[in-house]
């Protein structure tokens, strides 16, 4: 019969994927060793092997559980049943704050998913689209005519340029918070969506505001 795994073994783990995180956040995935891994969560090495095989599962790992907590969150918001925009306001407002509390794990994410086998960062990568795609159709909720013009991705992309790279300049012990950010972002798209024109992606429009007379 297989031996069952020990009471907190999964506590253990989650804090050897929390150490490695705070590791590869402050000083890269290829700088940091697993002997560092094990000094961080006081653990022996061969203890540190017993809970994961090498350094690239742990990268795996961390990449993975942050992804499917962003899933939950997107499955949770979806689950109020809101109308379209305070639908797509609680999507930024939930990814926002799930930045700053996973500051890490997000750093880890953005960076080191490079380092990944063909493999795992497929999977990885095709989870990333999934996310994406379901803020692409919040945002064409808002404005249905996006999505004809082929708008509503890009400017996800655009609403995510904005989400993803707030670690880089948002000091977490800073007078701005999370939470207080996470409207300032809501109010910005907001206020630039409603203003998008979506005949200037059609290529006649173009043509024809490209050669119009100017007024200078």
């Known amino acids: 019969m297989?031996?069952?795994?020990?009471?907190?073994?999964?506590?253990?783990?989650?804090?050897?994927?929390?150490?490695?995180?705070?590791?590869f956040a402050n000083q890269g995935f290829p700088a940091t060793s697993m002997n560092q891994v094990a000094e961080a969560c006081e653990v022996s090495k061969p203890t540190l092997y017993h809970y994961v095989r090498d350094k690239h599962e742990l990268l795996a790992q961390i990449c993975q559980n942050h992804l499917q907590h962003l899933v939950d969150l997107v499955d949770e918001v979806t689950a109020q049943a809101l109308a379209p925009e305070p639908h797509l306001r609680a999507l930024i407002h939930r990814f926002v704050q799930a930045y700053g509390e996973a500051q890490n794990e997000h750093r880890v994410l953005t960076e080191d998913l490079k380092f990944l086998d063909d493999a795992h960062r497929e999977r990885m990568v095709a989870v990333e689209r999934q996310v994406v795609g379901r803020f692409a159709?919040?945002?064409?909720?808002?404005?249905?005519?996006?999505?004809?013009?082929h708008l509503h991705k890009p400017l996800t992309m655009l609403l995510f340029g904005m989400i993803n790279w707030t670690f880089t300049w948002l000091r977490p012990d800073g007078a701005l918070t999370y939470d207080a950010v996470?409207?300032?972002?809501?109010?910005?798209?907001?206020?630039?969506?409603?203003?998008?024109?979506?005949?200037?992606?059609?290529?006649?429009?173009?043509?024809?505001?490209?050669?119009?007379?100017?007024?200078s």
């Open 137 to 149: 159709d919040a945002v064409a909720a808002v404005r249905p005519e996006l999505r004809g013009a």
């Open 2 to 23: 297989a031996r069952g795994r020990a009471a907190g073994f999964d506590a253990t783990r989650e804090e050897i994927l929390a150490q490695a995180a705070r590791l």
């Open 182 to 215: 996470a409207p300032m972002v809501a109010d910005l798209f907001f206020g630039g969506l409603g203003a998008v024109r979506t005949e200037l992606t059609d290529p006649a429009a173009r043509r024809e505001r490209d050669t119009s007379p100017q007024v």
